[in-house]
């Protein structure tokens, strides 16, 4: 079992657990994930890991509360547990020194996972400047730790809500075009925005590197469903990857795939809690755990 | 009166019934068939059944007890050489081991070794778990398992029995490896049997710890240079699926059988939406390739819904890999083989979904490498068949996480650890491997034996070791 010791809403349905997890905390670097399970009925949920800390013995995930899963997950309280966390999963983001000016581009909830990769590359003596996306302001996460470990930030929200109006991509194009020289720009957000930042880099050659979140089973490379074509391969994003060069990244094929099981995900919504048609309280804790 | 030359039936369930339904198919002998079934063994002087059993079970033994109604004694017999009796006495290909050398089999059917060995298992897991706790001395020694499939539960029973803390690292949230994962509840019951039979091995005193991926969470060196373990068993089996390669096979409703199997059998997708875990099946599913992994991916989709199931197999009838009772139980469900078919693409439409599975009929060739006759492409005879989901069944590889982590310890070419053939020693000191992860794909029985006779290795090695 694994503690959740600290809950914090970030903005609405977007949450943030720091889950005692000693020896995931011990060995977990930047870019890499966690699968989590909730209870014995759960689904395996792949999570990139938001941040870790090595003393506490803790590790740090972020989710949207987005289907079945993720909501039971989001019941949970503080002092409560998760029955399974497996990690670290996945290859560690390439961090090395000297690397140049490498800019870091998070949307969403994307930008947790982008902090603990700004902050090593940071740690390593690189420039470090960092683009965050949102909706809309209230919506925006992690504004303070990204102006941490950045030597620049720039936050864009589609409404203009706050910073500049527009897209990552629109932010972009503005370093592009005022001459900045970019060494490398890491980019993780919703798939559509990872294809325009990949897009926006391709005519310039700027080594661009993506974080995949295909649909995943065990996350060890035993299953095979998180494949995705990457060039001429297929590869599979839990051991190969999950980050790869978005310049050879299938988006659109990406996309299809994960929309595998959206039939059966509106038909888990509109199951009825068997505890509900009883009559009794609805809940995280509820036996027939079919929420 | 002579004895019979056809073996007692075992009840079975309906085909037609038990193919919408999860339960076992096979529902053991009860008393009186297992001790008439006994007596039709011949007690030979020579017994030529154990040298078909990659663990020696005193075969004759065990059977003799049944003839003489200690059930009891009978199953503390089988247990002495075989640590799970009762998945071995379901799943292993007793047709191709013990079976096969019955001085029976040469005259009609063999004694129904692996039917008995259900039996008495059975019976005794169902009087409930009465295993003893070992008591190890101060000074005993760790040994760390990584994997709990057959082999490195096998090892680790039999490491426990000789005194040493045997901890089983296991990557998924379920110990039992192939047995939880790939082998469906209808040919394995889940927590009846494996569960059942992986308590009692707790209760000797094994630990397993689950969500510990080996390579990830730690290494083969750390568990021996900080934790304190003297000597490393690998049995990470075969847990890296092949796809064909060709054209379509990232579409949707396109699955490794791994990836089917396992949604189906260890996330319990049958039961969606009580489990969270999702499977698409449709009415139309291909599953290609001919072994038992295929015949249960195959029977799995029959029982998820599906209308119409084919096999598709690019050798003939004699060459399918699977076992016969379960290609028999197969066709009894009504899957239908296509054999001497060869898939050449997976079609499907603009929303990335699978419609289609193109194939080529293939004729048998001279003989191969593999001594069966090479399967040759009729030119100009490709046709479609519609599917709604593909079921890639053709093998697995290696997984490397262990490997590529652990300096020092040599893999062959196509990625498999290099262990000694009797000892499971590896070319790193105190590192031994055994099943699937050594041999390629095999069985839970071959991988069983390896444990065991890694076990005695490293049992053999720690001794030495410590003189």
Redesign the interface.
Request: hydrophobic letters at 35%.
């Given at each position: 079992m694994f503690k959740i010791l600290k809950k914090q809403v970030l903005s609405p349905g977007v949450l943030l657990f720091d889950l005692e997890a000693p020896r995931i905390a011990k060995k977990a670097e930047p870019g890499q994930f966690v699968i989590l399970r909730v209870n014995d009925e759960g689904e395996r949920v792949p999570l990139t890991i938001a941040d870790f800390n090595r003393d506490k013995g803790t590790i740090t995930i972020i989710f949207q509360e987005v289907g079945a899963s993720t909501q039971l997950l989001g019941a949970l309280n503080e002092g409560e547990s998760i029955l399974d966390l497996v990690g670290p999963l996945g290859k560690k983001t390439h961090i090395e020194p000297d690397m140049g000016t490498i800019v870091c581009i998070g949307g969403g909830i994307g930008v947790a996972p982008v902090y603990p990769i700004a902050r090593g590359l940071k740690q390593a003596g690189n420039k470090v400047i960092s683009i965050m996306g949102a909706k809309s302001k209230e919506i925006l996460i992690f504004e303070d730790e990204m102006k941490a470990v950045s030597d620049e930030v720039y936050v864009t929200t589609d409404d203009g809500s706050y910073g500049i109006k527009g897209f990552v991509t629109t932010a972009l194009q503005q370093l592009i075009d005022k001459g900045v020289k970019i060494a490398e720009v890491i980019a993780i957000g919703p798939v559509v925005m990872m294809r325009s930042v990949a897009e926006a880099t391709r005519p310039y050659g700027i080594h661009t590197v993506v974080s995949l979140n295909p649909i995943m089973v065990d996350g060890t490379g035993m299953c095979g469903g998180c494949r995705v074509q990457i060039g001429n391969e297929s590869k599979f994003a839990c051991v190969d990857g999950p980050e790869f060069d978005a310049h050879q990244v299938d988006f659109k094929g990406l996309m299809m795939r994960q929309r595998t099981y959206k039939t059966q995900e509106a038909q888990e919504k509109d199951h009825v809690c068997r505890c509900e048609q009883q009559g009794l309280a609805k809940g995280a804790d509820c036996e027939c755990q079919s929420h | 009166m002579p004895i019979s030359l056809m073996k007692h039936k075992m009840p079975e369930q309906d085909p037609k019934i038990r193919a919408t339904n999860f339960e076992e198919v096979a529902m053991g002998y009860g008393e009186e068939d297992a001790v008439a079934e006994a007596n039709r063994c011949l007690n030979c002087k020579v017994p030529q059944c154990r040298k078909g059993c990659p663990v020696e079970v005193d075969i004759p033994g065990f059977i003799a007890k049944i003839k003489e109604k200690d059930f009891d004694g009978s199953i503390a017999l089988v247990k002495e050489a075989n640590s799970l009796p009762a998945i071995c006495g379901r799943v292993c290909p007793q047709e191709n081991q013990c079976e096969k050398y019955c001085v029976l089999a040469k005259r009609g059917e063999s004694v129904a070794i692996g039917r008995l060995e259900r039996f008495v298992a059975d019976r005794s897991l169902a009087q409930g778990d009465h295993t003893q706790p070992i008591v190890y001395a101060a000074d005993a020694q760790k040994v760390a398992v990584i994997g709990s499939g057959p082999a490195g539960l096998s090892a680790a029973g039999e490491l426990a029995k000789k005194g040493y803390k045997v901890t089983i690292f296991e990557?998924?949230?379920t110990a039992g490896g192939v047995l939880s994962?790939g082998i469906p509840e209808f040919r394995l019951p889940k927590d009846d049997i494996v569960k059942v039979e992986i308590d009692s091995l707790k209760k000797m005193g094994v630990e397993i710890e689950?969500?510990?991926?080996a390579g990830?969470?730690?290494t083969v060196d750390e568990l021996m240079d900080e934790d304190g373990f003297s000597a490393v068993f690998i049995s990470t089996g075969a847990?890296?699926?092949h796809?064909m390669g060709i054209e379509g096979?990232?579409?949707?409703?396109v699955?490794?059988a791994?990836?089917f199997l396992?949604?189906c059998n260890l996330?319990?997708a049958y039961q969606?939406?009580?489990?969270?875990?999702?499977i698409?099946v449709g009415n139309n599913v291909a599953v290609v390739g001919g072994g038992n992994v295929a015949m249960d991916a195959a029977r799995t989709s029959l029982r998820l819904g599906a209308e119409h199931v084919y096999i598709v197999y690019r050798r003939g009838e004699e060459e399918l890999p699977a076992r016969r009772e379960e290609i028999h139980h197969a066709k009894e469900e009504g899957i239908d083989f296509k054999l001497l078919h060869n898939p050449v693409a997976i079609l499907g439409d603009d929303?990335?979904w699978v419609k289609k599975l193109r194939c080529i009929k293939m004729e048998l060739g001279e003989p191969d490498a593999s001594g069966r006759r090479r399967p040759i492409e009729i030119p100009g005879s490709e046709f479609e068949i519609d599917v709604d989901t593909v079921v890639i069944a053709i093998g697995q590889g290696p997984?490397?996480?262990v490997q590529s982590t652990t300096p020092g310890m040599d893999t062959n070419k196509r990625g498999n650890i290099v262990a000694d053939e009797e000892t499971g020693a590896t070319t790193k000191a105190g590192v031994f491997a055994g099943g699937d992860i050594v041999t390629g794909a095999a069985t839970v029985i071959l991988a069983m034996g390896a444990g065991k006779k890694a076990a005695a290795a490293i049992d053999e090695y720690l001794k030495t070791k410590k003189q």
């Open positions: - | 990557a998924l949230h994962y689950v969500n510990a991926v990830k969470l730690f847990g890296l699926p796809f096979e990232n579409f949707n409703g699955y490794s791994n990836e396992t949604r996330m319990k969606f939406p009580t489990h969270a875990t999702p698409h929303q990335g997984n490397p996480l």
